[in-house]
């Protein structure tokens, strides 16, 4: 560790370098664990949060969804699906496959929520599917639904960059009010 220090020069580094250097290094270390997650589960979104009560009391608002990309024939009735639909545009739907039909080699797939009353609007295709819910973490998903409340997410990164930012003004401030010699 000492010969890394060596190299780097670390000493000679201010201390906003410092902090800048390790932002970085956790930015590249999320993303990077983030990739090696899409690979995993072979789907590109491979989280997914609960924007609706349509899937209560299996799932509520604010849950996590990890997804897992399969195959057309390895999609089952009962599994809970992630899809885009048309008539639904402002987020992915997440609900239960009721009915499987293999129409000439073409799979459709039938959903429908836990809480609703009725099956959605036609069929899905495999295209349309996103991803099968392999697991659900409660209230995590809050945290993205906060932040997408409009005008949150600006103010959140201010706050961020000020705490970052005034501890290195108070530090130097301190630095000056120390007189040599004392």
Known sequence: MER????????????????????LLVVGITLGGYGIFMVAMGNPTPLVVVTSDSMYPNLE???LLVLQSRAPNEIYVGDIIVYNADWHTEAPVVHRVIQIENVDGEYR????????DRQDP???TYDDIVGVVVFAIPWIGNITLFLQTPGVLPVV????????????????RDDQDIEPGT
Do not use: C, M
């Not at 670390?10 to 932002?23: A, L």
């Open 4 to 23: 890394i220090r060596q190299k780097l020069k670390w000493d000679k580094w201010p201390e906003y370098g410092k902090t800048g250097f390790f932002i």
């Open 122 to 124: 036609y069929y899905r």
């Open 109 to 116: 797939y039938y959903t429908q929520g836990d809480n609703n």
């Open 157 to 172: 990164l201010i706050l961020l960059v000020l705490i970052l930012i005034i501890p290195e003004v108070w530090a130097k």
């Open 61 to 63: 608002r604010g849950h």
